[in-house]
């Protein structure tokens, strides 16, 4: 694969702008919703305290779960589509 | 049965389990030692990284920080499954594709330098060594505490145990003990949490159930504990913090550094194929969060149960008498991990928070001082006892913590003996040596490693407790940015990587120095570690994302001008970002 042909970039581009895009979620849900913006969801109440605390102690890791499933799920077809995947 | 018969027969049943596997997984080709084959399933490789990954850290003292800290300790339950995102999307499916045995021969082959590797070396076996050493230590408490012998016998036990199946099956030997661990101590963690669950909330899952009605008061859980211990002067358990960049800095860090542990990354060679790499990130984080999603339930009820034992009728009755007590609290009295002063002399147990704030109403209930300090590494330790749980559970626990010890001790000695025996014998001293002769030196190195983390385990130096600090500071900083580099640039060179490396690490162990003096020798801190004498009121636990991007910035910044990586680089750069024609790991 010495590839500095067609597919092999726009191969690395899907890859880096699934990477990109989970990222995003991945921060957002960290960094966002459980830290900087915990003081505007405070409103949203969740057992006993608010929706940052959840994301804090537990949402953060459930969405950090489904993040890289769904990556090894949808890189797993993008293998496939630019026939990069393993034999 | 004694309780201290059934804790002999947990644990010796445990090591006896080890043992077995460990005949029978023989490691009997380097291969075999530093990738177990290369034929692990991804599901058992996400078993065996959980094990790898959640250390006596994770399993004794994270649910007494959170316990402690309430909110502002989500970092650790954030920081140390985020990094996992990191590592199955930024490092672990290129470096399983390109298919070497170590972290730094990664790094000396893509900077073409001998000395980028030697600085990787360096790097891993500080990181790693400063992190075992916490490792022996908590399988010693765990050892005193509960099979009542002598904490260092208790060790060469645990020291022998490792030994047998690390240096025998090499990383086939310890993937298949760490499933078997693995399994032990989420058993071990779970059901006493589930039975706390039931007895509070009448919910059986502990997660859920810390965001349920407390069935005794029949208010939410988070809010009666909000209540009790504001009752008592303490902040409120889900207070926000004030310090937000401090508290994303350090959750940054714990995740960079997760990333770039090299014990973890390693056990991502042993998977067949790049996808498997993928997947077993994400089973990996299934494994772990198992125990991470039951940690803060533990954390709040225990603080709970811990408070409404201190305060039986409420925190406007009188406390409990010291005399009534319950068992538990005597038993940890032994081991001085609780200690209990009777400061104004009137037989009961006063345990509130000694604040200014909290001044006039203590001394309006005549109280003279908090009397009761806990320390807050006994709470999951404690936690089966507190709850009244039968004697089996307990003996469940003391294995459990053993196996969360040992089972990241194994993974932290086989990336040093890996390094020492393939990055440094055969990389630089004998390149010529047979597969033979290397596997030995590789029992050899592991030998060694497991003499010298057991003795340092024993004889714990000062600066055992700044651990964290320093290994994810110098993975965070040195090791990570040059990975993801290394894959996601063409660009950085030779001289970009190393100068990054030393940049980053440099900057980091200057400011976790300052404050925590030069190498932890106390006396020698420049500045006083508290909040105010903070560089922006960033703590030095949180530096070392700042010295990531030190690290990035320095490569770049070098790397753009010097000359460019040759053209095979290049090659090999690109070779690593496509999965077709990963073969097993090899040596060649």
């Known amino acids: 694969m010495s590839g500095h042909s067609y597919d092999a970039e726009n191969y690395w581009k899907a890859n880096l702008r699934l990477i990109f895009g989970s990222l995003i979620v991945w921060a957002l849900v960290s960094y966002g919703f459980a830290i900087l913006l915990r003081p505007m969801l405070a409103g949203i109440p969740v057992g006993g305290t608010d929706l940052g605390f959840w994301f804090a102690q537990q949402g953060s890791i459930l969405t950090f779960i489904v993040l890289i499933f769904h990556y090894a799920w949808r890189m797993n077809k993008i293998d496939e589509k630019f026939g990069v995947h393993e034999e | ?588």
């Open chain 2, 1 to 588: 049965m004694s309780q201290f018969a059934i804790n002999i027969l947990f644990v010796g049943g445990s090591f006896l389990l080890y043992i077995v596997i460990a005949i029978w997984a023989k490691a009997g080709s380097t291969s075999d030692f530093y990738v177990a084959g290369g034929g692990v399933h991804p599901i058992t490789n996400g078993a065996a990284i959980g094990a790898d990954w959640m250390s006596a850290a994770s399993f004794i003292s994270m649910a007494g920080l959170i316990a402690a800290g309430g909110y502002s300790n989500s970092t650790f339950l954030m920081g140390w499954t985020g990094g996992y995102v990191l590592l199955a999307m930024l490092l672990a499916p290129y470096l399983r594709k390109f298919g070497k045995f170590t972290v730094p021969e990664f790094i000396g082959d893509r900077y073409y330098s001998d000395n980028a590797r030697l600085v990787a070396v360096i790097c891993l076996i500080v990181a790693s060594v400063t992190y075992v050493i916490g490792q022996m230590a908590g399988a010693g408490v765990a050892f005193s505490r509960f099979l009542e012998v002598d904490s260092t016998m208790g060790l060469m036990i645990a020291a022998v145990v490792v030994f047998l199946y690390a240096v025998l099956g090499g990383m086939k030997g310890i993937t298949y003990t760490q499933v078997a661990q693995y399994c032990v101590l989420i058993v071990a963690y779970t059901i006493p949490a589930v039975f706390i669950s039931l007895q509070l909330t009448g919910n059986p899952i502990p997660g859920l159930g810390m965001f349920s009605t407390h069935t005794e008061s029949g208010m939410p859980l988070l809010t009666k504990l909000n209540q009790v211990i504001t009752d008592l002067g303490f902040n409120e358990y889900t207070a926000d913090v004030d310090n937000k960049l401090n508290m994303v800095l350090f959750t940054l860090s714990l995740m960079i550094g997760t990333a770039g542990l090299p014990h973890v990354i390693i056990r991502f060679f042993t998977v067949p194929k790049v996808a498997d790499a993928r997947w077993s990130g994400g089973w990996a984080l299934v494994f772990i969060a198992l125990l991470y999603l039951t940690a803060p339930a533990v954390a709040s009820m225990a603080r709970l149960n811990l408070m409404t034992t201190i305060y039986p009728d409420g925190t406007d009755a009188a406390p409990i008498l010291y005399e009534d007590r319950p068992n538990w609290v005597k038993e940890w009295e032994i081991t001085g991990l609780i200690q209990y002063e009777d400061k104004n002399s009137d037989g009961r147990i006063q345990l509130y928070n000694d604040s200014e704030a909290f001044q006039s109403e203590a001394q309006a209930r005549g109280w003279e001082g908090n009397e009761l300090v806990v320390n807050r590494d006994i709470l999951v330790l404690a936690n089966p006892e507190i709850a009244n749980l039968p004697g089996w559970v307990i003996g469940l626990i003391a294995a459990g913590g053993l196996a969360a010890a040992l089972s990241t001790a194994a993974g932290l000695l086989l990336a040093i003996s890996s390094a020492v025996s393939h990055d440094l014998i055969k990389g630089r001293i004998n390149p010529n040596i047979s597969d033979k002769g290397e596997l030995l030196a590789a029992r050899i190195s592991m030998a060694v490693a497991i003499v010298v983390a057991t003795y340092l385990g024993a004889n714990p130096p000062g600066f055992a407790a700044q651990v964290v600090a320093l290994a994810f500071g110098i993975a965070a900083a040195s090791l990570f940015p040059v990975l993801m580099m290394g894959i996601f640039s063409k660009r950085v060179n030779n001289v970009g990587a190393i100068s990054g490396m030393l940049a980053g690490l440099t900057f980091t162990l200057v400011y976790i120095f300052v404050y925590k003096g030069w190498l932890f020798i106390p006396g020698t801190n420049n500045l006083a570690d508290t909040p105010e004498n903070w560089v922006l009121g960033i703590s030095p636990l949180s530096i070392g994302a700042v010295g990531a991007v030190v690290n990035f910035a320095v490569a770049f910044a070098v790397s753009k001008s010097t000359a460019e990586p040759p053209a095979e680089i290049q090659e090999l750069v690109e070779s690593v970002r496509y999965p077709r024609g990963a073969g097993s790991a090899s040596d060649h």
